[in-house]
């Protein structure tokens, strides 16, 4: 459904990440998406409480241009980036991707009656675009790998020049996460998330 998804993580200051939260969840859902995005998942990283992580998806790079550029500009974003901004230390920790295999699987509609759970992003980086994909013992929930259009909005900028390759998986509960964490190389570069309420991905 979203051939265009943008990994976003933000470095807030220290103890905001909750005030963050509350307004994103509050005033910038719908709003994006009524100016023609998917706000896919909003997450604290459990490994750093001081950012915000979060998918948004596009179906295409004009219309990722077109959208951006409405709701940037527009009177929601205005009203509130101040406050937003407020929280931040960095915001242009940005990976654009491609689904490898249709995306994620979403509920039918955002507040579908679904248990928190876990998820977690393992990232692999290359020297070159990948050929082969890094194996994984789990059933992935989506995978993703660099997507190389230019960036059609440099408000925003995203990082460039890298290849990577992102597996997402969900479990259950936090003591899932936990069993297959400790089988892990500590080497591996992973992001441990926690959904926000709102967030579509649950």
Request: charged share 25%.
């Amino acid at each position: 459904m979203y051939p265009i998804v943008e990994l976003r993580q933000y470095t807030l200051h220290p103890g905001r990440r909750d005030e963050l939260i509350e307004l994103f969840d509050r005033e910038f859902v719908e709003t994006q998406e009524d100016a023609g995005m998917a706000v896919l998942g909003q997450f604290r990283d459990l490994r750093n409480p001081d950012k915000f992580v979060w998918l948004r998806g596009f179906a295409d790079m004009p219309s990722r241009a077109a959208a951006l550029q409405r709701f940037y500009g527009g009177p929601v974003w205005a009203a509130h980036r101040d406050a937003a901004n407020a929280t931040m230390i960095d915001s242009d920790d940005v990976l654009l991707l491609r689904p490898l295999d249709g995306g994620f699987p979403l509920p039918p509609a955002r507040g579908s009656e679904l248990p928190e759970s876990r998820f977690l992003a393992t990232l692999h980086f290359a020297d070159a675009p990948f050929e082969t994909y890094p194996p994984t013992d789990l059933p992935p929930l989506a995978a993703f790998t660099t997507e190389y259009a230019e960036n059609t909005f440099p408000g925003l900028p995203v990082r460039a020049g890298e290849h990577v390759f992102v597996w997402f998986a969900r479990f259950d509960d936090q003591a899932a996460l936990d069993k297959h964490l400790a089988a892990v190389d500590p080497a591996t570069t992973v992001l441990e998330l926690a959904p926000t309420t709102r967030s579509l991905l649950r």
